[in-house]
């Protein structure tokens, strides 16, 4: 099972295939509260370009089957590119697991929370 199929309220997002592996990325603020903390399940994997605006991207992992570490590169990867990174060289993009991802009470909207992060360093860019 990669991407949820159906639900109520859908954040809009950028859909990308690599693979056979799903990663979205949110288009607003509010979508990526959505796709984060509504639609990623546990132990999906989360990004986000570290220390300024972006898209909250998610690579849903299937059900018993880890991604191989290259597609888990070009998701962080995707994360730098839906950020005021894409034109920057190598750029720092969190990583963790959907589950460490929270929101803050009264945090305004694409505002969350990380445990458990990963540094990844990428060439911003798009899955072939």
């Known amino acids: 099972m990669g991407a949820p199929t159906e639900m109520r309220n859908p954040p809009s997002v950028y859909v990308y295939e690599t693979e056979g592996w799903d990663i979205w990325a949110g288009r607003t603020a509010s979508d990526n509260d959505r796709l984060s903390i509504k639609v990623a399940r546990g132990n999906d994997w989360w990004f986000h370009v570290r220390g300024m605006p972006g898209s909250h991207v998610v690579l849903f992992v299937r059900d018993g089957q880890?991604?191989?570490?290259?597609?888990?590169?070009?998701?962080?990867a995707l994360a730098a590119y839906h950020s005021k990174q894409r034109n920057g060289g190598i750029v720092s993009v969190s990583g963790t697991r959907a589950k460490f991802v929270s929101k803050p009470r009264g945090a305004?909207?694409?505002?969350v929370s990380i445990k458990k992060e990963s540094?990844?360093?990428v060439r911003p860019g798009t899955p072939n």
Request: aromatic share 6%; glycine share 6%; net charge positive.
């Open 108 to 111: 305004k909207p694409g505002t």
């Open 119 to 121: 540094i990844f360093k």
């Open 66 to 76: 880890e991604p191989p570490k290259h597609i888990v590169e070009a998701a962080a």
